[in-house]
């Protein structure tokens, strides 16, 4: 389905104080930032379930959406003692607890 700014504007310019939630907020502030890391970071922060990120339930980690990076491996070698440990790629990021 291709959306055309008119169409757009048409379901979301009219959003009052009374309309507007903090979902359709940050939806549209994903749209606007996609691809950066920012949109990323909104996306654990307020951990709101973006259609477009819903992972499949035969990935790696089971159908849950990863909420950082892992640490690379030649990292927890070298400098294991100051690797915190952590639930895996799914866990919450103390930072959004």
């Known amino acids: ?24 907020i940050m939806n549209g502030k994903y749209i606007a930032m996609y691809a950066q890391g920012e949109a990323w970071s909104d996306y654990r ?5 973006y259609p477009a990120l819903t992972p499949p339930a035969n990935n790696a ?3 849950v959406q990863p909420s950082s990076y892992p640490y690379p491996t030649n990292e927890k070698i070298s400098n ?18």
């Open 1 to 24: 389905m291709d959306v055309t700014d008119d169409a757009w504007l048409a379901t979301n310019a009219a959003e009052t104080a009374g309309t507007i939630s903090i979902a359709k």
């Open 80 to 97: 294991g003692n100051n690797v915190p440990a952590r639930g895996g790629i799914t866990a919450t990021l103390w930072a959004f607890q």
């Open 61 to 63: 980690t089971s159908g």
């Open 45 to 49: 922060r307020y951990q709101f379930a």
